[in-house]
C-alpha cells in the first residue's frame, strides 16, 4: 500500500519552468555539439511532475509531442489527471508512480526533466534518477536535472537548520509550517540585529521565506531530505552511472569572462573544463545548478558553437522605460515582467532587444534579427556600426548566456492582437476555471492572475466584444478605475494576447 506523502500533505505549487521547455533545452544542446531531436516533434519525460503544471502547458502547446510523467503523490498526479481531461489532452499521461519502480515500458526519450526532485530525495533515489537518464535517453537526448549546490547552500542551511529545530516537535505538515512563519516573524527582526556577521544573510533569508510559495517554504527547508553537493560530486556520479555533462541553463556559470578580473585570474592554470566549472562554483558560492546531462557516448563541446549560435531563434519579453537611443553608446536598461533588467550599450544590442521586445512571444531567427538590428541601427545612426555582426553575436551570446534573451530552435510567428469577440484559448480557460491563480503563458511562464484578470480572462467566451466585457467588469473594480474600466479591460486583453492565452493566438509552427 502507498503511504501518503509530504506532497499529499502540502501540494508542491505545480507552475511552469521555463527553463525546463524543450524548445531551450534544445537549443543549449545544440550549442555545446548535441544533435538534439526537434522539440516540435519529440518524446518527454518528467520525473516528480507533481500535478503537472509544468508538463500540461508543453504538452498543450506542443501536439506534435508526447509527454509522461510521473510523480510519488497521488493527490498531486489525480489533480493534474483531472486538468488533462477537462482538456481532452491524448499527447500526455501522467502516472502515479515512484522513480524506484520499473520503467522499461515507458520507452525512449528525447528529452527527460527532474526539477526540484535530485537534491530532496535519499541517495539510493539519486542515483536511480541518473540511471532512468542513462536508460531512457534517446541518442541526442538531453536530461535536465536541478539541484542544491555546495559551497554556497551552506549559507541557506543556517536558517534551515533552526527551521528544523524549532518546527521538531510538531508532526502535523500544517503546523509545522504555521510554526515556521511564527519563527520567521518573530526571529527575523532579532536576527537582523543579533546575528552578527550572518546578520545581513539571515535578514535576507528571512525576507526571501516570508514571500516565497507556502509549498517552497515546506519542501525545502522543513522536509527530512535536502542534500546539497559539489558539482564535481555530481558531475562525477553522472560520469559514473553512463551520463555527460553539457552546460548550465545559467549559461553565465560557465562562462569565465563573466567574472571580474580577481576571478578570472584566479581560474588562471585549470585546463580542465570540469575542474574550471567546480572552481567558479566556490568563487561565486554557488548554491542552485540547473544542470544538463546527454549519453556518455555522445562528444560536447567546451565552448558555445558559433554555427550552431547561427542557425538559432530567439525571444525576449523585454520592456524599456526609456526612449532607446540608437546613436548613442550610453548603457539603457530592459526589463523583464519579473523584473530583471538588463543594461546595454551597443547600438546593434539595443536594436536587436527592442526588436525582440515587440515580436514577443514570436521568435526570430539570427540572420533576420541580425538584419532586422543592423537596418535600424543604419536608419538611425551609424551605417559601419551596423555592419559590425561580430559585435552583434558576442554581445547577443552574452545576453543569451545572462537569460535576458531565450534560445530556442524553432522560428514562431504569433499574431498578437485580440479579436473583436477575443476567447481564451482552451487552457487558459480550464486553468482558471479550476481556481488556478496563475496560467501558463505561450512561451512556457507563469502568468500570475490578480482577482479582476482572473475574472475577465474566465469572460473571453468569444460571445463578448469590448464595451459588454467593460460592462460586466465594472462592478468588480474599485470605484476609482470604475471611469478607466474600458482601458483597463482593453490593456488586460492585450497583456493576455502577448502572453498567448487567447485561441487567436496559438498558431502552427510557421
Ligand atoms: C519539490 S517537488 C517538485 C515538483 C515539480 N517538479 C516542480 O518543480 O514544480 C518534488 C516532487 O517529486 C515527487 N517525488 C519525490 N520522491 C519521488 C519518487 N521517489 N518518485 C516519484 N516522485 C517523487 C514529489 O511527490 C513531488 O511532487
Redesign the pocket.
Known sequence: MQTL????AI?????P?SETHVEGLAALGRLFGVPTADPQRCRVL??????G??LIPMAFYLPGSHFVG????QG?IAAGQRLVAALGLGNIALLH????QPTEELGQFDYI?????YS??PAP?QA?ILQICAQHLAPGGIAYV?WNALPGWHTRAVMRDMLLAHTSALTNPAERLQAAYRFLAEFGPGLAEEAGDLAAILAAEVAYLRQAPP??LY??YLVETNTPLLFRDFAAQAARLGLRYVADVDLHTLLPHTLGRAGQAALSGIEDRLARIQAMDFLRARRFHRSLLTLAATPVREAPDLDAFRRLAFHADLTSEEEIDLGSIERQTFTTPTGACYAVAHPLSKAALMWLASAYPSSVGYADLFAAAANLVSEYADAEMAQNEAAFERELLDLVAWGAVKPVVTVQTYAVAPDERPRAHALARAQTELGADCVASIRHTAVHLDAPAARLLGLLDGRHDLAALTQAMQPLLPQEYAQAAREGCERMLWTFARQGLLAGTVESPG
Not at 70 to 73: E, I, K, V
Request: glycine residues 8%.
Open positions: 506523502t509530504s506532497y499529499d501540494p508542491y505549487e505545480s507552475v519552468i518528467e520525473l516528480g511532475c507533481a500535478e503544471g509544468n510521473l510523480d510519488l503523490s498531486q508512480r515512484d522513480v524506484m526533466i527532474a526539477h526540484g526532485l530532496w530525495v533515489v536511480r536541478s509549498s517552497y519542501h525545502e
